[in-house]
């Protein structure tokens, strides 16, 4: 695209990254930021809610301050209605939970059962959180996908749906994008953030890798439960946003300073380059690049503290 004239859709598309929402004044942040001024000053007791508290104190802090300052600059008001899909062991539920008060509601919806996840299953976290003072707020369902005719909801139940760093585990674009559909009567707003594929700095090289790796591999054909499944840009997003009936509002990149997630999918990405099985329903040439490229991960990756990609946030309606 970058050689050719750019369609006048794509070229809308990619200026929500640039241009500020036209639906956003200045009033409505500075009320905004009033009414989140406490999401930092609550992250000692966000992070004592949360199960995984108790292996990694230092780790959930950062997760937690992550979602604070994501919730922060999104415009969810006291009393709110939020669906929360992907919600995993409930890092960001814990946030919107705090930020909509006790006369909101979250409900977080995730496709995998309660018994999912290591050190800490899906379950034990929920059971956490909801035994807390937070636990009134949120209404926790697992092993639930949006896209069963089953799960309903009545149009415009909520007043925001959120995704925060769930996308990558849809397990194709054309799955996100029927999710975005399904969703788009039951909410007015949705709040979106991801991992940006395009790096800022060199030392987001290996991160952005082991991102690659790991959706070429899933693109192949070899299918596994990993964080990454089907890694997307954001212009991707914003393509996907306008075909599920979302106009993107505004789009902004977020620092993702001290998370270790860099690190996790360096380390996931090289034990799946280590797994025979995984490997050998490739096609031998897809087989033999994706070695050489782990070959390269290998020598550019540090033994800890690799810099994160940085994330983007996107704001629709």
Avoid at 83 to 95: H, K, S, W, Y
Avoid at 105 to 114: F, N, S, T, W
Avoid at 146 to 171: I, K, M, N, Q
Avoid at 252 to 262: A, H, I
Wanted: aromatic letters at 6%.
């Amino acid at each position: 695209m970058r050689h050719h004239e750019m369609p006048r859709k794509l070229e809308a598309l990619l200026a929500a990254r640039l241009v500020p929402s036209a639906h956003t004044d200045p009033s409505a942040s500075t009320k905004d930021s009033v009414i989140h001024s406490n999401l930092r000053a609550k992250l000692p007791s966000l992070v004592s809610s949360m199960a995984a508290a108790d292996h990694s104190p230092d780790i959930q802090l950062s997760q937690t301050r992550h979602r604070a300052t994501l919730v922060e600059s999104w415009h969810i008001e006291p009393g709110s209605t939020v669906l929360e899909l992907g919600c995993g062991q409930g890092d960001m539920t814990a946030v919107l939970a705090e930020a909509v008060g006790p006369t909101g509601h979250v409900v977080a919806v995730d496709v995998a059962e309660p018994s999912y996840g290591t050190p800490v299953t899906l379950g034990e976290s929920a059971a956490r959180l909801t035994a807390g003072p937070l636990g009134s707020r949120i209404d926790f369902r697992f092993g639930t996908d949006v896209l069963d005719r089953s799960v309903d909801f009545p149009e415009g139940s909520f007043d925001h749906v959120v995704l925060a760093h769930c996308s990558w585990y849809f397990t194709s674009l054309g799955q996100l994008q029927d999710t975005l559909t399904r969703v788009r009567a039951w909410a007015r707003r949705l709040w979106f953030t991801e991992w940006d594929l395009t790096p800022a700095s060199g030392d987001q090289l290996a991160h952005l890798l082991a991102v690659l790796i790991q959706g070429q591999i899933e693109a192949a054909g070899s299918r596994g439960q990993g964080n990454v499944r089907t890694p997307f840009s954001r212009e991707g997003l914003l393509r996907l946003l306008s075909d599920s009936g979302w106009t993107a509002d505004s789009s902004r990149s977020v620092d993702t300073e001290g998370l270790q997630d860099g690190d996790w999918e360096i380390a996931a990405c090289l034990d799946l380059a280590g797994a025979e099985e995984r490997l050998a329903v490739l096609p031998e040439p897809v087989r033999q690049f994706v070695l050489s490229q782990a070959d390269v991960l290998r020598a550019i990756a540090k033994p800890c503290g690799n810099r994160a990609l940085a994330a983007y946030s996107v704001a629709a309606h």
